[in-house]
Each structure stands twice: as structure tokens, then as C-alpha cells.
């Protein structure tokens, strides 16, 4: 089954100018999110990002930021550990 979350609220950025192609974000990314082509990340489907910051803390040339653990994509994963309805505060007309 494929993995993917709420639609655009990952907070996942890739500086591709930093990037220095060496490939850790695809090796240490459980969501399979980046793909590396002529010597530069590329984040394939940024909706598969769990926020879990794996890239980001790996990545040696610090072209990666993610929010870990916060954002709608923490809680969903949160939902669908306890259960509960998905809430991460993030808009005033209760999206989630
Ligand atoms: S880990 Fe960082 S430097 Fe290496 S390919 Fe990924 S984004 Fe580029
Ligand atoms: S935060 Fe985790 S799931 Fe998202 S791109 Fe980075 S390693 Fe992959």
C-alpha cells in the first residue's frame, strides 16, 4: 500500500543549490520521498513525507529542512496510533 498524507502540508524544503548529490536522503528516507539525478535531490512526491526528519539529520551539506514531528502529517500518524481524531491545530476552521 502506498503511503501518502494530507495533500501539500509537509513542511519538507530541499535547498537543490546546497545539494551535493550523494544520495543519503534516498537511502535514510523510509517514504522513498527523493530521487537523485545528475548529481542533484529531487523530492519525487513530497505527500508521501511523514515528517519523521530522517533527511534532515543525515544529510550532510544541510540541504534539508523538515519540521519533525509537528504539521498535519504528525498527526495523522498520531490518529492512526491512538486512534483518535487527527489534530494538529493548524487551521481555524478545523481542518485538522
Ligand atoms: S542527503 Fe542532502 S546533499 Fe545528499 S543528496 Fe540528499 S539533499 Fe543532497
Ligand atoms: S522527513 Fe522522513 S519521510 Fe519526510 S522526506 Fe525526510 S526522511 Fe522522508
Redo the contacts with the bound molecule.
Sequence with gaps: MEMRYLEGV?T?ALDEAACIGCGR?TE???????EVAHRKAR?RD?D?????????R?CPAGA?R?Q?GVGC?AAIVMGWLTGRTPACGCGSDGCC
Design positions: 509537509a519538507l536522503c535514510v528516507c523510509p517514504h522513498a520521498v527523493f523530492i513530497r508521501r513525507c511523514m515528517e519523521c526528519g530522517a533527511c534532515a543525515n534539508l523538515v519533525a502529517a
